[in-house]
C-alpha cells in the first residue's frame, strides 16, 4: 500500500505547514508516501528535495479537459489498487474523482469551515472511503451537511504542530510591548484589517506596543498600509517578509504575544505554534475551532471577533508577564496534548491502513466526457462568493 498526497501549490502558510507535516508524520510511521502537485509552484525548497514531489504538465489552476485529463492520466499511472488518496478539497482534484481507477481509496480531508470547502467536502460521497475533519468546529459543521449514513466515515485528526525544544522562558517587556503576526497577510479570512484598529486603541490607552508583520501578501498590501495610515500608526507596524518553516520557532520566541483576529479558520496552525513555543495568545473566538484549541480560556485568549476593544482588552491583561507566563505554559502543555507530531503520524496511519483494506465504496459515473470537463454545481464555490464584491465577502465573514 502506498499514500498519494494530491496537492496545488504549496506557499508558506498555515497550507503549506500542514502538508510538509502530513508528508513528514506519515514517513516517520514507515508508510511509503508520494506526493503529486497539478503544477510547479512550490515556495518550499526543503520540501522539493525531501518529498521528490511528482508535477504534473500543467500551467495552472483549471478545468479544462486537458488539465484535469492529465491529473487523472498521473493518478491512474502511479497508482495500483488498493493504494490511498489523500486530497484537500481542492476543486479540481475532487473533478478528478469519478476519472480514478476503481480500486484507489480516496480520503478528503475537510480543512475550514466556510460554505465551500464544507460543500465540496460532500462531493462524491459514495466514491470517498474516509472524511479527515480538522477540528472539532469542521467536523460540527460537516456532519450537518453530509448525509448521515455516511457519519461512520468522519474522522477528528488535528494538524500537526512540531513540538519546540527550546520553547520561551523570558516574559520580560523590554520597554515596548512586541505583537507578532505571522502567516497569510489578507483581511477577508485573516482578519489583518483589524490589527491597525487594535494598535491605535492600544495607543489610545498608553501601551506601547508594536506589531511586526510575517508572511505574505494575498493581493492585499496596497490595502494593508492604506488601513496602516487611516488609523496613524505606522510607526508601530512592521512587514518583516517570509519566513522558512524552521525558524518560525526562533522568530515566535523574540515577541511578547501572538495576535491573530481571524474571521474564519479551520485549524489555526501558526496560532498552534505559537502556543507551542509558548508565546501567549490572542484570538478570535471560533466556535469549535478557537475556543476548542484554546480549552475555552484555558491555554490562550479568545474575544468577539469583531470587538476591537476586547482585543485591547487581551492583550493589555498580558502586560501582566506573570499571566502571560502561566497562559504561555498552559498553551503549550495543551497543544502538545492536541496536535503532537507523533500522534497526528499515528492517526493517519491508522487510518490509511485501515482503509486500504476496506473496499466499502461505491464507484461513482463521471456526468460528462473528460474531454470536454464541464465543472459540476456541487463543485463550485459558494454561491453567493461568486458575485458579492471582496469587502463584502470579508463582513460577512466577520459573522461566520
Known amino acids: 500500500m502506498k499514500v498519494f498526497l494530491c496537492f496545488n501549490e504549496l506557499y508558506r502558510d498555515g497550507m503549506g505547514t500542514a502538508a510538509i507535516t502530513l508528508f513528514r508524520a506519515l514517513k516517520s510511521r514507515g508508510v511509503d508516501v508520494q506526493s503529486i502537485h497539478a503544477w510547479h509552484d512550490v515556495k518550499f525548497p526543503e520540501y522539493e528535495l525531501e518529498a521528490n514531489p511528482i508535477f504534473v504538465d500543467n500551467d495552472g489552476f483549471g478545468f479544462d479537459g486537458d488539465k484535469i485529463k492529465k491529473m487523472v492520466d498521473c493518478v491512474n499511472v502511479e497508482t495500483k489498487d488498493g493504494d490511498v488518496l489523500i486530497n484537500f478539497g481542492s476543486p479540481n482534484w475532487l473533478a478528478c474523482v469519478p476519472y480514478l481507477r476503481h480500486g484507489l481509496r480516496i480520503i478528503t480531508a475537510v480543512h475550514s469551515i466556510n460554505p465551500s470547502t464544507i460543500k465540496r467536502g460532500c462531493a462524491y460521497a459514495e466514491r470517498m472511503s474516509a472524511w479527515v475533519c480538522i477540528?472539532?468546529?469542521?467536523?460540527?459543521?460537516?456532519?450537518?451537511?453530509?448525509?448521515?449514513?455516511?457519519?461512520?466515515?468522519?474522522?477528528?485528526?488535528?494538524?500537526?504542530?512540531?513540538?519546540?525544544?527550546?520553547?520561551?522562558?523570558?516574559?520580560?517587556?523590554?520597554?515596548?510591548?512586541?505583537?507578532?503576526?505571522?502567516?497569510?497577510?489578507?483581511?477577508?479570512?485573516?482578519?489583518?484589517?483589524?490589527?491597525?484598529?487594535?494598535?491605535?486603541?492600544?495607543?489610545?490607552?498608553?501601551?506601547?506596543?508594536?506589531?511586526?508583520?510575517?508572511?505574505?501578501?494575498?493581493?492585499?498590501?496596497?490595502?494593508?498600509?492604506?488601513k496602516v495610515d487611516k488609523a496613524g500608526v505606522r510607526d508601530m507596524v512592521k512587514y518583516c517578509g517570509e519566513v522558512a518553516h524552521d525558524q518560525v520557532y526562533g522568530i515566535m520566541k523574540q515577541y511578547d504575544i501572538f495576535l491573530t483576529p481571524s474571521n474564519f479558520e479551520g485549524f489555526p496552525l501558526s496560532n498552534s505554534e505559537a502556543m507551542m513555543c509558548g508565546l501567549p495568545c490572542v484570538a478570535s473566538r471560533i466556535e469549535g475551532v478557537i475556543d476548542w484549541i484554546f480549552d475555552y480560556g484555558k491555554a490562550g485568549l479568545c474575544v468577539p471577533k469583531n470587538d476591537i476593544c476586547a482585543f485591547a482588552d487581551a492583550i493589555e491583561k498580558l502586560t501582566d508577564r506573570s499571566f502571560a507566563k502561566e497562559l504561555g505554559s498552559a498553551g503549550r502543555k495543551r497543544i502538545q496534548s492536541l496536535?503532537?507530531?507523533?500522534?497526528?503520524?499515528?492517526?493517519?496511519?491508522?487510518?490509511?491502513?485501515?482503509?486500504s483494506e476496506v473496499e466499502d465504496y461505491l464507484p461513482v459515473a463521471p456526468h460528462c466526457p473528460i474531454d470536454h470537463y464541464v465543472l459540476p454545481g456541487f463543485l463550485k464555490s459558494w454561491g453567493p462568493a461568486l458575485i458579492l464584491p471582496t469587502w463584502l465577502k470579508t463582513w460577512l465573514r466577520r459573522f461566520m
Open 135 to 226: 477540528s472539532k468546529g469542521v467536523m460540527d459543521r460537516f456532519l450537518k451537511r453530509l448525509p448521515k449514513k455516511y457519519h461512520g466515515k468522519v474522522h477528528l485528526i488535528c494538524n500537526a504542530v512540531t513540538d519546540c525544544p527550546d520553547p520561551k522562558t523570558d516574559y520580560t517587556v523590554d520597554g515596548i510591548l512586541k505583537i507578532l503576526f505571522l502567516g497569510r497577510i489578507e483581511d477577508t479570512s485573516k482578519g489583518c484589517g483589524k490589527i491597525p484598529k487594535i494598535l491605535a486603541e492600544l495607543r489610545r490607552r498608553g501601551i506601547r506596543a508594536r506589531c511586526d508583520f510575517y508572511g505574505y501578501f494575498h493581493n492585499w498590501e496596497q490595502q494593508f498600509w492604506k
Open 339 to 355: 496536535a503532537g507530531f507523533e500522534a497526528h503520524g499515528k492517526n493517519y496511519a491508522d487510518l490509511v491502513r485501515a482503509v
